[in-house]
């Protein structure tokens, strides 16, 4: 609860069969929390309802169960509060704190563009997690239009090389789950 996730999920409860495009070998095996001992990243690519936030979700709290420190925040939160901390002074402190956990999921990265302002100090913690914590990624969009998103080339090519230099990506591509039980209501007819 601590570690700020918005909902309680685990692996466990995620229907594979629902969603074949994800490897489920390489699910279990990001579940044994080696890629954090590894410290490698995780990203989760896909369309919305897809099971990226559930699956993030399901390593964050196996993490916790290993005693492994972990945040949970979603991107406009931290879009938000990374300028608070800019503006009033406090950005190196935040960013000690979001160092601090060996495992840090950011989610839904993508919704919201980034400002320069914004781009700037998101930079500065993906430098400093770099090599030294794990994080997850989820994110709507796929890498070639991460541009978009942080509004500067530069900067997102500066970003993806530190996210991938250790990194497993997987692509969702596929249904929606929340869209499951309202087909079977025919409500597209
Ligand atoms: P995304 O983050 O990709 O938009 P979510 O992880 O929020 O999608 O999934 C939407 C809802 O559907 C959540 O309640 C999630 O637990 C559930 N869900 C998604 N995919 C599956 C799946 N394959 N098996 C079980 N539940 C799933
Ligand atoms: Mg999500």
Request: proline share 4%; with cysteine.
């Amino acid at each position: 609860k601590s570690a700020g996730f918005p909902l309680l999920k685990r692996i466990e409860e995620f229907d594979f069969e629902f969603q074949p495009s994800i490897d489920q070998t390489v699910i279990k095996d990001l579940a044994t929390l080696r890629f954090i001992d590894n410290g490698e990243n995780v990203v989760f690519l896909g369309p919305p309802g897809v099971g990226k936030t559930h699956l993030a979700i399901g390593l964050g709290v196996s993490a916790i169960e290993q005693g492994i420190p972990v945040l949970f925040i979603n991107a406009s939160v931290l879009i938000e509060q990374l300028k608070e901390a800019y503006h009033s002074d406090q950005l190196d402190r935040y960013l000690k704190k979001l160092t601090r956990p060996g495992l840090l999921i950011i989610d839904e990265i993508g919704y919201l563009p980034f400002d320069a302002q914004a781009a700037y100090c998101f930079f500065q913690l993906i430098s400093r997690r770099y090599e030294h914590g794990s994080t997850i990624f989820t994110s709507n969009k796929s890498f070639g239009n991460w541009g978009e998103i942080f509004q500067d080339q530069v900067i997102a090519a500066a970003l993806l090389d530190r996210i991938l230099h250790h990194c497993r990506t997987v692509n969702i591509r596929g249904e929606s789950y929340r869209m499951k039980d309202r087909k079977s209501h025919k409500l597209w007819v």
